[in-house]
Every structure is written in structure tokens, then in C-alpha cells.
Nanobody
Framework: QVQLVESGGGLVQAGGSLGLSCAAS????????MGWFRQAPGKEREFVAA????????YYADSVKGRFTISRDNAKNTVYLQMNILKPEDTAVYYC????????????????WGQGTQVTVSS
């Protein structure tokens, strides 16, 4: 079983930056491809970013490409999402997700989910 706990959400002004963290339980973290998703009020959950087991591969939703960076530290069992040049439309609950599959399966096949952390971007 994998447990994921997000932290780092909060309120930030448009144009600002915020960093999220997701800590995973267990000794299998390096076997997990990881991702971030978000859900805005009244909208469906959407994919944000994914990272491979080693961190060597990443990919992003077009809406955040060039502004957000996903990274991981396998020694700390933690995945990060650095968000820069934030926009009001980035306001959402952000979720960490994980799969024992490849990075390609993160977007549609993540098995484990965190509880989410709120990010609010004011205009």
C-alpha cells in the first residue's frame, strides 16, 4: 500500500510562485512513476505533470508547460511541483498520484492518490 500526503498549498498573487510537495510512505517510492493533477471548482480533474521512476523523463499539460516543474528525490520519498508565473486559472485542489506502471500510465492509470492541497491564485 502506498500513502501520499501533499503539502505546500496556499494563497498567492497572480505572477507569483508556489511549491508543492508530496511525501510517499513505504520503501517502494523508486518503483513508482508519479504525477500531479488538479481539480478546479465545478470542473473535472485534469492532468498537470508526470515524472518517471528515476526522474529522467517528465511531461506536462500544455496549460502549465514552461511555468511548472515536476521533480523528485527518491532518497526522501518525495515528489515536488514548482509552480511559477501563477495565473488565477491555476486555482484548484492539487493532487499527487502514483502508479507502479510507466510514466505513460500516470495520466490515465494512477492507482494511488493523496488527499489534495488547495492552491488559490488571486488576481
Amino acid at each position: 500500500q502506498v500513502q501520499l500526503v501533499e503539502s505546500g498549498g496556499g494563497l498567492v498573487q497572480a505572477g507569483g510562485s508556489l511549491g508543492l510537495s508530496c511525501a510517499a510512505s513505504g520503501r517502494t517510492f523508486s518503483s513508482l512513476a508519479m504525477g500531479w493533477f488538479r481539480q478546479a471548482p465545478g470542473k473535472e480533474r485534469e492532468f498537470v505533470a508526470a515524472i518517471s521512476r528515476t526522474g529522467g523523463s517528465t511531461y506536462y499539460a500544455d496549460s502549465v508547460k514552461g511555468r511548472f516543474t515536476i521533480s523528485r528525490d527518491n532518497a526522501k520519498n518525495t515528489v515536488y511541483l514548482q509552480m511559477n508565473i501563477l495565473k488565477p486559472e491555476d486555482t484548484a485542489v492539487y493532487y499527487c498520484a502514483a502508479t507502479f506502471g510507466s510514466i505513460e500510465t500516470v495520466r490515465y492509470g494512477s492507482t494511488y492518490w493523496g488527499q489534495g492541497t488547495q492552491v488559490t491564485v488571486s488576481s
